[in-house]
């Protein structure tokens, strides 16, 4: 692979922050992404976007692993939301706290696609590519997440 992988870092770390909702899950997502990168670094084709093929097998992973959790069972003693939280001090953690709730909020199709093209600074043409979809589509996600979180973040008095 002649892109270097480690520069995409932080762009996986984010979208699997984004599916995952939980840091420990996101960040096993990404070592799992890494892990079949480089498993199947046969299957990349030089000079396509190596941040949109990553970027897809680590949704592909995110969905396969769904579907295996949504077979098993846990246990209520297993359930990390029973643990205390601390309440941020800082305004603009509290900020952050609502703009991930109203994110978490939002429609799966919806969110990946703010995530995408909004966050992680994906053209939409890759976006389509990764969620594959139509660009049309994408756009239509993005404006309509933005409006939703609009409306969730900035009520009107």
Known sequence: MSDNILSHLPALRAYSRSLCRSLPDAEDLVQETLLRAID???RYQPGTNLRAWL??????????????????????????????QVAPSQEWRIQARETGVALRELP???RE????????????????????????TIKSRVNRARTMLRAVLEPEM
């Open 40 to 42: 199947h670094a046969a």
């Open 55 to 84: 970027l897809t097998i680590m949704r592909n992973r995110f969905y396969t692993m769904c579907h295996k959790a949504a077979r098993e069972r846990t246990a209520p003693g297993d359930c990390a939301s029973t643990l205390p």
């Open 108 to 110: 799966r199709h919806y």
């Open 113 to 136: 696609a703010i995530i995408l093209v909004g966050a992680l600074g994906v053209s939409y043409i890759d976006a389509a590519r990764i969620l594959e979809c139509d660009i049309g």
